[in-house]
């Protein structure tokens, strides 16, 4: 399929989920009401009518929402690639190998200690404390499995798949620790955190989120060429005048940010960052601009469909969303693996 | 071109490189030659700057190796390793755009494109253009890498083109070593100067016109491939051999004896 073409699409579907999901809900709005009710703010009358009830639930609840799910979908997808190109392996996934597990276990500890502890930093930062936390923990863990799984230039992909079991292991212990000491209010956000959810969405966590995120979803890309060099192997691409050491510095921070901010605003959800690269690349191939930009696209479609689904399906519950892209993903890695089995390729 | 004058590497307490000196100049292929553990791909390391000699100095093109900053020195000197670990299904086309990456910034311009086709069609590969390389044969995917690293160093005029080879043949059948070494000698006759380690004698006598010969990190010597001859062979390999003149050819050829 053509780059362009895949492009075209993806914006189209992703504009679709966009307004579907402003519109869908308790309070029912026709897709020309949500687009009337989406242009407003920027001064575009369409002539549909539209109640103020229903401005209000857009813009205070569900536009939010789908903002979540696209910047989250959007960077969680885009990640999933960078770390795939960083360890030459389409298995690496953030949440499989423990990053996710490791943001959040940073992130609770800063719930039930921390907020005890720095009083002041929470009030004076708010939420870019979680953050800043989930950062750290994301950080930490990637240099981590990094370190564990790479020898003489190369990754072994069983001992990065098991450190990363290990890892998720050490941080379910410690956020099982945490639990013990946290106190109901706590114990809710921890349980939150663990399933994965959009459920956070207000206007001051987008106005942390976005600038984040767009700082990972904008940097990313421009390593592209260099993570291409990549995949002939280390020593390889250094012939080639790449600057290796500082290239894994580059991709390590900035997913470990777009992890991390999406980890302290959402919890864990898996399995984003491992479908959509694949299905991208199934596509258009592997080359690394092209896989970012329409992985980015297609994870924000993805997230706010999921989301959609979680939210109206068994209504009024509400599926964590993590639970769904777990129910999907996890069959997916089990195709991948008797896939790659077969071919050799990986293993 | 390149030249390397006494040259000492140190790993581990074992001098892995004792004093190597040696020349070239634009056109020449170098063999590199010795038995196993002699320090050949020490001394390409050493060349390519993935290692730094502790002592001795390489000049290339007139200036300290050191001195070249990475980006720079991808522009005129291209490796070629013996095995690649491509996990993603890149296409023939795109691979040897990488050769180009030291050229342009983000995107390729025309003149990358044109040259990467030259490289293609220089290589014989214009058909596979579109492959999935991991899907090539051995030979095919060497060739993909020669193209890549011709299309690293292509330009108008070649002068001062360095192309170093790591056992470039040793995994690939007689056919393709062959295929390889002729694509190697039509690059010289566009004046790139080659720098290869070789495991067989007659390669190095049919298509290099230098050698270098290491034991154990020493020198044994150097000069065109004519010094190559059965005391020398024996100094190197501890092996007996003839030498053997080949009419049809006008060309030497080693046999071992014992």
């Not at chain 1, 966009?18 to 009358?45: C, D």
Request: net charge positive.
């Amino acid at each position: 399929m053509r780059y362009s073409l895949l492009v075209s699409i993806l914006v189209i579907l992703l504009i679709a989920a966009a307004v579907l999901s402003v519109g869908i809900g308790p309070l029912q709005l026709s897709p020309a009401q949500s687009i009337a009710v989406l242009l407003k703010p920027i001064g575009i009358q369409t002539g549909t009518d539209f109640t103020d009830q229903q401005e209000t639930v857009v813009t205070a609840i569900r536009l939010p929402r789908v903002l979540f799910g696209m910047f989250i979908g959007g960077t969680l997808a885009m990640c999933g690639a960078a770390i795939q190109g960083l360890f030459r392996n389409p298995l690496a996934d953030p949440a499989l190998i423990g990053i996710s597990s490791g943001a959040a276990l940073f992130t609770v500890i800063m719930i039930v200690i921390g907020a005890a502890l720095f009083q002041t930093l929470f009030n004076t930062l708010g939420s870019y404390v979680l953050s800043i936390a989930a950062f750290a923990g994301a950080f930490l863990t990637t240099v981590l499995i990094y370190k564990i799984s790479q020898t003489g230039g190369k990754t072994i992909v069983s001992t990065m798949l098991l450190a990363g079991i290990a890892i998720s292991a050490m941080a379910a212990a410690g956020t099982g620790i945490m639990t013990l000491v946290a106190d109901d209010a706590q114990l809710r956000t921890i349980t939150f955190w663990n399933l994965g959810s959009l459920g956070g969405a207000t206007w001051t966590n987008v106005s942390v989120l976005v600038p984040l995120c767009l700082v990972c979803m904008t940097g990313l890309p421009a390593l592209s060429k260099p993570l291409n060099a990549l995949v002939l192997g280390e020593t390889n691409a250094s012939h080639l005048g790449i600057n290796v050491e500082r290239l894994k510095t580059q991709v390590v921070l900035l997913t470990a940010l777009g992890i991390g901010v999406c980890v302290s605003m959402s919890g864990i959800i898996g399995f984003v960052g491992l479908v959509t690269p694949h299905i991208v690349r199934k596509l258009i191939g592997p080359e690394h601009r092209q896989v970012f930009i329409t992985s980015g696209l297609l994870g924000a479609t993805l997230l706010v469909f999921a989301d959609l689904v979680c939210r109206t399906i068994v209504a009024p519950v509400e599926i964590p969303i993590g639970i769904a892209t777990a129910l999907i993903g996890g069959p997916f890695f089990l195709y991948l693996l008797l896939k790659e089995r077969k071919t050799q390729i990986v293993f | 071109m390149i030249s390397a004058t006494n040259i000492w590497y140190k790993s581990n307490g074992t001098h892995l490189l004792q004093g190597i000196h040696f020349d070239t100049v634009p056109g020449d292929v170098m063999a590199v030659l010795g038995s196993n553990g002699a320090g050949k791909t020490t001394l390409l390391k050493c060349l390519s700057k993935e290692l730094t000699p502790e002592k001795g100095e390489i000049r290339f093109r007139q200036k300290p190796l050191q001195q070249w900053k990475g980006a720079e020195l991808a522009k005129h000197r291209a490796v070629l390793s013996q095995h690649y670990q491509v996990t993603l299904p890149f296409t023939v086309e795109q691979i040897v755009m990488m050769g180009r990456y030291p050229h342009f910034k983000n995107h390729p311009l025309p003149n990358d494109h044109a040259i990467v086709r030259e490289s293609l069609v220089f290589a014989g590969i214009e058909h596979l253009q579109h492959r999935n390389y991991l899907t090539l044969s051995g030979g095919e995917q060497q060739r993909t890498q020669i193209a890549r690293v011709l299309a690293q160093l292509w330009e108008n005029n070649n002068e001062g083109k360095l192309l170093i080879l790591d056992e470039p043949v040793s995994a690939l059948d007689i056919q393709y070593q062959h295929h390889i070494m002729q694509l190697v000698r039509k690059l010289s006759l566009r004046n790139f100067t080659i720098i290869a380690v070789l495991h067989d004698l007659n390669l190095a006598l049919q298509y290099c016109n230098k050698a270098l010969l290491l034991k154990k990190g020493a020198q044994v010597a150097f000069g065109h491939t004519d010094i190559i001859n059965r005391d020398l062979i024996k100094q190197v390999y501890e092996v007996e051999s003839d030498l053997v003149y080949h009419a049809a050819t006008h060309k030497n050829y080693i046999v071992i004896t014992a």
